[in-house]
């Protein structure tokens, strides 16, 4: 079967720096996707991966080591805004999107 | 820009009704999707269609159904509502289905089914 695993929450202060790791196992591969949602929104697209190697956009970048299955988003300097719950999906070999539960990200002052 | 719209926002429905949900998307993208979303699940797609005219079914499409008449318009339907269909449903669009188009979601639809 198809899985995505990410942490279910995590704590952290504001101006530190945060990982949230990823770990998938998925029939093919299309390229690994971070969105980030909101309490009671929708989900909004942060950045794509498809090759092993950091992505840096602004104050997040995403990893991924495709033969790991594994990936991460960092967020640094971390704001009260970027209280968020943040998806991994991955996409297959039939280009739908598999998507993980979510990690729900909660920043204190 | 509008983006994608989603109606209604919320709803309660009596089980065995039958509920239309409706998404329109005014970036004249050729994919579009629907997702329920359940606390402690991920996304998971229900229906999809890669260009006006064909719809295909996702991992869940049971006791749901979709049309794609023209490229704006995506309609979900519910023929008999249970309460196992209780949930957040969210609408998205993109341009394709290349791993390189990204999927932008509408504001979703909390329905309840007592």
């Known amino acids: 079967g198809q899985n995505i695993d990410q942490p279910t929450e995590m704590t952290a202060t504001e101006g530190a720096i945060v990982q949230i790791n990823c770990t998938y196992q998925t029939s093919g591969f299309n390229g690994l996707f971070w969105y980030q949602q909101h309490a009671g929104e929708a989900p909004t697209f942060l950045s794509y991966?498809?090759l092993d190697g950091l992505e840096e956009k602004g104050r997040f970048s995403s990893f991924l080591s495709r033969s790991k299955g594994y990936s991460y988003l960092l967020l640094k300097e971390l704001q009260m805004k970027d209280s968020a719950s943040y998806l991994c999906?991955?996409?297959?070999?039939?280009?739908?999107?598999?998507w993980g539960a979510g990690t729900k990200l909660i920043i204190k002052p | 820009i509008a983006g994608i719209t989603q109606a209604p926002t919320s709803q309660i429905l009596a089980a065995g009704r039958r509920m239309t949900l409706r998404c329109t998307q005014d970036m004249r993208h050729n994919a579009m999707y629907w997702y329920r979303q359940d606390l402690g699940l991920g996304l998971r797609l229900i229906h999809y269609s890669n260009t006006a005219g064909t719809t295909g079914k996702g991992e869940v499409p049971d006791g749901y159904s979709v049309s794609r008449a023209n490229t704006d318009d995506f309609p979900l339907t519910l023929a008999s509502a249970v309460p196992s269909q209780t949930s957040v449903y969210f609408c998205?669009?993109?341009?394709?289905?290349?791993?390189?188009?990204?999927?932008?979601f509408g504001p979703g639809t909390r329905l309840t089914v007592l």
């Open positions: 991966n498809v």
């Open positions: 998205a669009s993109s341009r394709g289905q290349a791993s390189t188009d990204t999927q932008y």
């Open positions: 999906a991955v996409m297959d070999s039939n280009y739908q999107l598999i």
